[in-house]
Every structure is written in C-alpha cells, then in structure tokens.
C-alpha cells in the first residue's frame, strides 16, 4: 500500500495562490497604468516624441533678442509636418539660448534667429526661394542648415537628413508673413 504524499498542497490552498497570483499581476500592471508616466523620466520612449526639455549649445546670435526675432519666435507653430509626422515644439532647458526654438525628438528642427551673416553667404552664392524666403542650404553630415538671408536679421533652421521638406516650408510661410524681405547682403 502506498502511503497518501503529505507534501502535496490541497485544492483550496492551490486556488488561493492562483487568486493570488492574478490579483499580484492586474495591481502591477495598475500601477504602469496609473502611475507609468512620469515627466520626470527623460529616457525616450519613441525616437521622435520629446523627452523632456532639450538642451541647446549657445551660439553667437547677437541680434537674437530683438524685436524681429521676438515676432518671430512668438508667430512660431507649437507643431510641424515632418516626413509625413508631426513633430511637437519642445521646451528648451535653461538657460534657453534667446530666439531658438526646436521641434521633434532625438534629431530636433532647431531654429536660431539673429545670427550673425553665414560664411558661406558671397555674391556668388547660390540661393534657393522657398515659400518667399530666400535660403542658402549648407549640408553637414546627418544634417542640413538653411540660412534665411533676405531679412533684418539671419535665421538659421537646421533640419536632419531625413526631415523632408516640410519644416523649411512651414517656416519659411511664417518668415514670409512676419517679416519684411531686404535684399540678400553677402
């Protein structure tokens, strides 16, 4: 005869800790729920949502704070086009440089207003017209910055590789209705 196994759990304990269990998983995955989204959290979840303030390296812009680029920023849209996405306007961590502003992810749309004159920028230079604005492109590895050269003040989008076309003409729209167009000074 065999004896009867004294180490097996009963039926009703093994019920309990299933209940258990369960209940254990549907509070853990409440709280992702709930309490999953975090501001302070500034890993990326997806490599075009903002993360968080983006920090931007000060450049010489001496004329970043006047009142073309004042109207500027301000008439700036909170969103984008960009390869078929909308890109948000990120914050910028402070110290903010003064007349920048960026849109998108890991690889921003970066504007920076009042400038100084591009070296690139001659008499021979070839401009292109977007949108009533004339720009002078400069490409870089990864990237591409437009120069506006035909207004008081320079302004520079610098835009990744595979942006496509829509920020440099949402910008330049509103360069267009801001601004007043001078004739390019090389």
Do not use: F
């Not at 369960?22 to 409440?30: Q, T």
């Not at 004042?70 to 700036?76: E, F, G, I, R, Y």
């Not at 984008?80 to 910028?92: C, I, N, T, V, W």
């Amino acid at each position: 005869m065999s004896e009867p196994d004294a180490a097996a759990p009963s039926r009703p304990l093994i019920i309990v800790a299933a209940v258990l269990g369960v209940g254990l998983v549907a509070g853990v995955v409440a709280i992702g729920l709930i309490g999953g989204n975090d501001d302070t959290d500034t890993t990326p979840s997806d490599a075009n949502q903002p993360s968080g303030p983006l920090p931007l390296v000060a450049v010489a812009a001496p004329k970043s704070g006047s009142a073309a680029c004042d109207t500027l920023t301000d008439a700036l849209p909170d969103t984008m086009e960009s390869a078929g996405e909308r890109l948000a306007r990120r914050k910028l961590a402070k110290p903010a440089p003064e007349g920048a502003a960026a849109w998108g992810g890991v690889n921003p749309v970066v504007l920076r207003c009042g400038i100084h004159k591009p070296d690139a920028l001659t008499k021979t230079s070839k401009l292109r017209q977007i949108n009533g604005v004339q720009w002078l492109p400069v490409t870089d590895q990864g990237a591409s910055t437009w120069y506006a050269v035909d207004r008081k003040v320079y302004i520079a989008l610098t835009v990744p590789r595979d942006a496509g076309t829509g920020p440099l003409q949402e910008i330049s729209d509103v360069i267009d209705k801001e601004l007043e167009a001078v004739p390019p000074r090389p």
